[in-house]
C-alpha cells in the first residue's frame, strides 16, 4: 500500500525558515517524480514544486522560486521542502504527492498524504 | 497560467441523483484534465485521468467527458460518501493549475 506521511509543520515568523519531510513507502520511491501541492486556509489546490525520479531536475511555481527548495534522498524514501524568507501568504496545509509521468507529461497526482499546516505569523 | 473556473461552486443534492460538475479552462487543454476528491478530512484521492479515464479502485459511477475548453465530472447516482470536495486539474502546460473546487452537500 502506497504512503506519504508528511511531518514537520508548524508556526514560524515571516521572514523566517521551515523545512519539513515526507517519508514514503509502498512503491520504489527512486523511480517517481514527487511533488508538493498547498491549500491556504478556506481555498483552493495550489501546485508548488517538482522533483524528477533522480532529483537532477526541479520545477516551482513563480511566487515560490528563489525561496523554496525542494529535494530528495532516494535512499531513505524521503522528500523535503526547504522554505525560506517565509511570507504570510505562504501559510497553508502542504500536501506530499507523487506526480506520475507518463513519458510526456508530468499528468496526475496520483497518491496523497494527510497534509501538515505551516502557519507564518508573527 | 492556465484559469480553471469550476461550476456550481457549490451544490445540495439528495442520495441517489445525477450530478454534473462543469470545469473550463481559460484556453484549450487538449483533453490533459484531471479529477480529484478530497472529503472533509482533507483527504485527497484522484478519480480521473486524461478527460474520462476512471483511476483504479474508483466506482463506476463516476466519469469524465469533454474537449477543448470544457469539461466535465458525473456522478450517476450520489451515495453517502460522495459528499464531498472536487477539483479540477490541468495538465496541458506549467504550471498546473486546479479549479476553485465544487462542494457536493446534502440537500
Known amino acids: 500500500e502506497v504512503q506519504l506521511v508528511e511531518s514537520g509543520g508548524g508556526l514560524v515568523q515571516p521572514g523566517r525558515s521551515l523545512k519539513f519531510s515526507c517519508a514514503a513507502s509502498?512503491?520504489?520511491?527512486?523511480?517517481?517524480?514527487m511533488a508538493w501541492v498547498r491549500q491556504a486556509p478556506k481555498k483552493g489546490l495550489e501546485w508548488v514544486a517538482t522533483i524528477i525520479y533522480d532529483g537532477s531536475s526541479t520545477y516551482y511555481r513563480d511566487s515560490v522560486k528563489g525561496r523554496f527548495t525542494i529535494s530528495r534522498d532516494n535512499a531513505k524514501s524521503t522528500l523535503y521542502l526547504q522554505m525560506d524568507s517565509l511570507r504570510s501568504e505562504d501559510t497553508a496545509t502542504y500536501y506530499c504527492?507523487?506526480?506520475?509521468?507518463?513519458?510526456?507529461?508530468?499528468?496526475?497526482?496520483?497518491?496523497w498524504g494527510q497534509g501538515v499546516m505551516v502557519t507564518v505569523s508573527s | 497560467d492556465i484559469q480553471m473556473t469550476q461550476t456550481p461552486s457549490s451544490m445540495p443534492a439528495s442520495l441517489g441523483e445525477r450530478v454534473t460538475i462543469s470545469c473550463r479552462a481559460s484556453q484549450g487543454i487538449s483533453n490533459y484534465l484531471n479529477w480529484y476528491q478530497q472529503k472533509p478530512d482533507g483527504t485527497i484521492k484522484p478519480l480521473i485521468y486524461?478527460?474520462?479515464n476512471l483511476q483504479s479502485g474508483v466506482p463506476s459511477r463516476f466519469s469524465g467527458s469533454g474537449s477543448g475548453t470544457d469539461y466535465s465530472l458525473t456522478i450517476s447516482s450520489l451515495e453517502p460518501e460522495d459528499f464531498a470536495m472536487y477539483y479540477c486539474?490541468?495538465?496541458?502546460?506549467?504550471?498546473?493549475?486546479f479549479g476553485s473546487g465544487t462542494k457536493l452537500e446534502i440537500k
Open positions: 509502498g512503491f520504489t520511491f527512486s523511480d517517481y517524480a
Open positions: 486524461y478527460t474520462s
Open positions: 504527492a507523487r506526480h506520475y509521468y507518463d513519458g510526456t507529461y508530468y499528468s496526475l497526482f496520483d497518491y
Open positions: 486539474q490541468q495538465y496541458d502546460s506549467s504550471p498546473p493549475t
